[in-house]
């Protein structure tokens, strides 16, 4: 089983960037680069939900809320992916998570992580 170790998170104002990194463990370094990588992001009260995908292939799918906004990454050898964030506004508040994904519903593959905080202020 992974464990995912999201960082990079912070307090920034509106219009701000950030650069958000997902670390997973050794234990899938098999694998790693066969899977598809997203990220997620819970908002208080609200359900979690998918801001971007990535397959092993490089493609690259955004939700419309962030698309042009933010770019997802990977980097195979280190075992990371990154979600370049920019022009952020205060409704990307929310808690960010990574994980793999499975089939057309991007099941999470793996034991979500801690997550890290991004809060946008007006």
């Known amino acids: 089983q992974a464990q995912l170790a999201e960082s990079g998170g912070g307090l920034v104002q509106a219009g701000g960037s950030l650069r958000l990194s997902c670390k997973a463990s050794?234990?899938?370094?098999?694998?790693?680069?066969?899977n598809n990588w997203s990220w997620h992001r819970q908002a208080p009260g609200k359900q979690r939900e998918l801001v971007a995908t990535i397959t092993s292939g490089g493609s690259t799918e955004y939700a419309d809320s962030v698309k042009g906004r933010f770019t997802i990454s990977r980097d195979n050898a280190k075992r990371l992916v990154y979600l370049q964030m920019n022009s952020l506004k205060p409704e990307d508040t929310a808690v960010y998570h990574c994980?793999?994904?499975?089939?057309?519903?991007?099941?999470?593959?793996?034991?979500w992580g801690q997550g890290t905080q991004v809060t946008v202020s007006p």
């Open positions: 050794r234990t899938i370094l098999s694998v790693f680069s066969g």
């Open positions: 994980n793999a994904v499975m089939g057309s519903d991007f099941r999470p593959r793996y034991n």
